[in-house]
């Protein structure tokens, strides 16, 4: 807020210590990605909105995996543990981080949870990021694959919208694509507006619930896992 006139527009100093803020969750999640990439334990930052559906498509993609490695879930909320709990029972392992106030997770939290975790190496590690469009483009958590996960209840002007989120993601998942015959979406529309954003974003349309295209993402991502595993990729 303007320290001179409380109007709302961020002063120098909030602007200085954001900054700040940004640049040691940087040297953090440097730390984090070291950690892990040592350890060959693939990571994904799954991001999204509220009501997008990621942890429906977390639990679709648990049952679903048929190819060697298993998945681990940080869960990220600001209340509960209803989505660990989610997929503990969808059969991988999960640690939940409540962040209170927090509209997204931090390279330290991510650090924490860690150290709660047992990996055997070869893993795919999941964090899935609180619902938020905003904040968690800015913040690295030492990932190696950023998702975006929407859906078309959303409307087609989500990537206008909110550009950062698009321009940050590695790949984006239209997910639910099973409720657009009910909706006024136009797929080429919103695919168009994601490309004119972010041209080297990879694009899946499917649905977590019916199963739809699912194949095709596991398929995805275990092509980019077996290229980070490298001579490695045959680590179960």
Not at 58 to 79: H, N, P, Y
């Amino acid at each position: 807020m303007c320290e001179t006139c409380g109007c709302g527009v961020p002063s120098v100093h909030t602007i200085a210590v954001h900054e700040r803020l940004l640049a040691s969750n940087e040297s953090i999640a440097e730390h984090n990605r070291l950690h892990l990439t040592t350890r060959k334990i693939f990571t994904i930052n799954l991001m999204g909105a509220p009501g997008a559906g990621k942890t429906t498509l977390l639990e679709a993609m648990i049952r679903g995996r048929s190819r060697s490695g298993r998945f681990v879930v940080i869960e990220g909320d600001q209340a509960t543990d209803r989505d660990s709990a989610r997929i503990r029972l969808a059969g991988a392992s999960a640690y939940q981080i409540e962040t209170g106030l927090g509209c997204h997770l931090e390279a330290t939290q991510i650090h924490h949870a860690l150290h709660h975790l047992e990996f055997a190496g070869g893993e795919t590690l999941i964090l899935e990021n609180v619902g938020n469009l905003v904040c968690p483009a800015l913040f690295d958590l030492g990932e190696h694959l950023r998702v975006l996960v929407t859906a078309p209840t959303e409307g087609v002007e989500k990537p206008l919208k909110y550009p950062p989120i698009f321009r940050a993601a590695d790949i984006v998942l239209l997910n639910k694509c099973d409720l657009i015959p009910y909706l006024s979406f136009d797929s080429g529309e919103w695919t168009e507006y994601v490309r004119g954003v972010n041209p080297r974003a990879a694009i899946f349309e499917l649905s977590a619930a019916t199963g739809d295209g699912l194949a095709a993402w596991l398929a995805e991502l275990e092509r980019r896992r077996f290229g980070f595993l490298g001579s490695d990729a045959s680590v179960p």
